[in-house]
């Protein structure tokens, strides 16, 4: 009888307050999964943040490319026909004796040729030595004594090459020579021709 009055008193005491125990516990719960608020931002918030980025990007990027330009070292122009094709000759010395007298003869031709078509732009490396020399327009910018020296180097060189003909070293000297002059005096400004060499042949 007493196990009674405990629930009979709880039963009663809840219906006199208007709750049960039930009610209690879903309140307690309900209660405790309530959360703070989530704040949006406004559409053209984004949109603009969006747009700042891009512009600092944007400005980032010129910045970058202007100080590339500014700190890149200046363009060198290229070198003038003559300076290539001396630094050429000069390797070739490496076979300027009596037993590769076809290789030294073959790269000083080559030099040459290549020389004659970089600067005075003409066909020297498609023709033939007789073919070239036949044609007076291809000889026209050279001095009378330039064209002697010049057609005898060429022929030159040809024997050696085709007939293999043996030179000497003070006839491959010659030939050097002959070659390291002709360059000098043709493709270097006058000013600067008779100062470096002041015997070379003085171009018409």
Known sequence: MRAWFPSLSATVLGATHGFSQDDSTVSQVDILDIKDP?????PMVLLFIGIGILIVALIFWIAVVIFKRMTRPPELAPPLPYVIALNHL??????????????????VSSVMRNFLEAHFRLPAT????EEFFNNRSHT???S??????LKEFSEQCDLAKFAKWGLGTNEM????????????????????????????????
């Open 140 to 142: 026209k910018a050279f």
């Open 38 to 42: 989530i704040f949006l931002l406004d």
């Open 90 to 107: 000069r390797k070739a010395r490496n076979w300027l004796e009596p037993a590769t007298t076809e290789k030294f003869c073959t790269e």
């Open 126 to 129: 498609e023709q033939t030595t």
């Open 173 to 204: 000297e010659d030939l050097y020579h002959t070659a390291e002059t002709f360059i000098e005096t043709t493709g270097k400004p006058t000013d600067q021709a008779d100062q470096v060499n002041p015997d070379a042949i003085t171009p018409s």
């Open 144 to 149: 009378e004594e330039q064209q002697v020296e």
